[in-house]
T-cell receptor, first 110, second 117 residues
Framework: RKEVEQDPGPFNVPEGATVAFNCTYSNSASQSFFWYRQDCRKEPKLLMS???SGNEDGRFTAQLNRASQYISLLIRDSKLSDSATYLCADGTGANSKLTFGKGITLSVRP | GAVVSQHPSRVICKSGTSVKIECRSL??????MFWYRQFPKQSLMLMAT?????????EQGVEKDKFLINHASLTLSTLTVTSAHPEDSSFYICSALKGGPSIYEQYFGPGTRLTVT
């Protein structure tokens, strides 16, 4: 079983839509999680860190469900510029190394 | 946030030559840095963990004699791909760990696109 699993999508939504991504993790002892955004042929950029039950930043909300071992990312009022690949990561490895999911590709259409 | 730079951004080399990639944390000190490789349409694969002043820790299947890592200062780690072959062509990305003592975040450099001909 993979340590971090994401629904590969892709997701194709109209502007203004609300979209949610889920990511499951296998290590019940994991304490820290992250959502990164990666544009085509670019490096991942940290979007949100999740250490407790959740985190909110503008249109973005990340939630952690420890009982079911998943984290989610909710994007409200989608913009064209939100089109990218979204990677979740478990940051509980040795030396805080990250275990990434495969990424979810989001396309926001006009 | 935090700023991490990588140099060069793109390199084309001939098979059999060695290539050195530099990763620098510009506005913070990083005891730990990481090196990843990403092939097209695939996720990031961790190659090794680079610790300042000590030997790097390599992930399973990554040849330490082929991918030499040096982390001589708190702001610089280098990855040298020795005797490069076409199958080493990939997007190499470093990250630097910022934070502590209990909360850490990884910030990525812009990546180096290596093409071996």
């Amino acid at each position: 079983r993979k340590e971090v699993e994401q629904d590969p999508g892709p997701f194709n939504v109209p502007e203004g839509a609300t979209v949610a991504f889920n990511c499951t993790y296998s290590n019940s002892a994991s304490q820290s999680f992250f959502w990164y955004r990666q544009d085509c042929r670019k490096e991942p950029k940290l979007l949100m860190s999740v250490y407790s039950s959740g985190n909110e930043d503008g249109r973005f909300t990340a939630q952690l469900n420890r009982a079911s071992q998943y984290i989610s990312l909710l994007i409200r009022d989608s913009k064209l510029s939100d089109s990218a690949t979204y990677l979740c990561a478990d940051g509980t490895g040795a030396n805080s190394k990250l275990t990434f999911g495969k990424g979810i590709t989001l396309s926001v259409r006009p | 946030g935090a700023v991490v730079s990588q140099h060069p951004s793109r390199v084309i080399c001939k098979s059999g030559t060695s290539v050195k990639i530099e990763c620098r944390s510009l506005d913070f000190q990083a005891t730990t840095m990481f090196w990843y490789r990403q092939f097209p349409k695939q996720s990031l694969m961790l190659m090794a963990t680079s610790n300042e002043g000590s030997k790097a820790t390599y992930e399973q299947g990554v040849e330490k004699d082929k991918f030499l890592i040096n982390h001589a200062s708190l702001t610089l780690s280098t990855l040298t791909v020795t005797s490069a072959h076409p199958e080493d062509s990939s997007f190499y990305i470093c990250s630097a760990l910022k934070g502590g003592p209990s909360i850490y975040e990884q910030y990525f450099g812009p990546g180096t696109r290596l093409t071996v001909t």
